[in-house]
């Protein structure tokens, strides 16, 4: 091969690169729609996905004070101690190729989200080890610290990971909640559960609030200023999101900051708080992960932290890094790497990259996803 051909040929492919690069298509402040047809979407399937979203309502309360306090009835001395509001109906969003296919409901109503903050709350640990703050996910907490938060001798041996796949089998109280006390099991006492056997960490998923929480204060720690600041500047507003989101802790989780009163956040709605957003926000959001990190062109994300954030843990294989994956086939008609954000009450922010693809859902039956993904993605085979 001669030198003016392979001059040639890598010519060609930064001109493809470049030229791909700038057929990416990412919104701006008016999000652009396109027809089924146009996006070579089946205009009938998609009609029948958008149907199914609307009918098939989640069955908790409109208030969702009641719907939480019949959720953890079981909890001993539950009690609500961060913000939360009536929620609105179904709504959703169909993203493919970065354009709205479809969409329902009110889009721009704010919403509770309950558990899907925690993807926000890990991408907020993907943006520390980013800037450096976290030299290795790997690395134990009680580093980075400086009280006694992760004091004894099962508590130091936690890593981020350990909290990010929830894993970590922290034993502590945290603004006045204990970890002994969240979702407790249904057979034996509160006695037996309190006093139980630590499992050493890495070793058993658990899904645990207040140890969610936990990253949040420890990432607190870590940027020393408030992380719905920190994702505002570094990622929300990048993406165009609006100025109505919001990110609650707890009314007793404000601790002093260099001197600055600061809200620590929680990971979700479980006593009240977490993330409160509209449907739009959540699906740039979603967009962003599909777009591996990167919003034109400028990469916001780490895409190995994207990629690292959905691959299946050992002690669970459907979760990552506070994102659920659909590796055991739960949703059994549509593909095993599918990764998705679920809050309670139906919530979701869907990744479907092999389709290109992101699906916001609001309030939805739980059990009625499966199929509302297999209607998208049938929109897209049968064309």
Known sequence: ??????????????????????????????????????????????????????????????????????????????????????????????????????????????????????????????????????????????KYMWDDTYKGEHNVKITWEHLLNQSSDWSGTLFGLHDWADRPPREGGIDD?????????????????????????????????????????????????????????YDNSFVNMDGIMMQSVSGGGHHGGGIFINTTDMARFGLLFLRKGKWNNKQLLSEKWIAEAHRPSAPNKEYGYLWWINSTKKWSDVSSNIYYAVGFGGNYIVVDEEHDIVVVTRWMDDSKMGELMKRVIQSIDKK
Not at 29 to 40: D, E, I, V, Y
Not at 205 to 223: G, K, P, T
């Open 193 to 249: 559960w309190k006093n139980r056997k630590l499992l050493p960490p890495g070793t058993v998923y658990e899904y645990n609030d207040v140890r969610v929480n936990l990253l949040a204060y420890s990432l607190l720690q870590v940027y020393r200023k408030p992380l719905p600041m920190v994702l505002k500047e570094k990622l929300m507003d990048p993406i165009g999101a609006s100025t109505t989101w919001r990110w609650y802790g």
């Open 1 to 142: 091969m001669n030198q003016r051909f392979l001059v040639l040929l890598i010519g060609l492919f930064f001109l493809s690169a470049v030229t791909q690069a700038q057929s990416t298509y990412f919104p701006d402040t008016a999000w652009q729609t396109k027809t089924p047809q146009q996006l070579g979407m089946n205009k009938q399937w998609l009609d029948s996905a958008v149907a199914f979203a609307m009918t098939n309502e989640n069955k908790m309360e409109r208030d969702l004070r009641i719907a939480n306090l019949k959720a953890y009835t079981r909890e001993p001395g539950y009690a609500i101690i961060g913000p939360m509001k009536e929620r609105g109906g179904p709504a959703g969003m169909i993203i493919k190729n970065g354009f709205i296919a479809a969409q329902w409901g009110d889009v721009n109503r704010v919403d509770m989200t309950f558990s899907a903050t925690k993807s926000f709350l890990s991408t907020v640990a993907g943006l520390a080890v980013g800037d450096g703050l976290i030299k290795n996910v790997q690395e134990p907490v009680a």
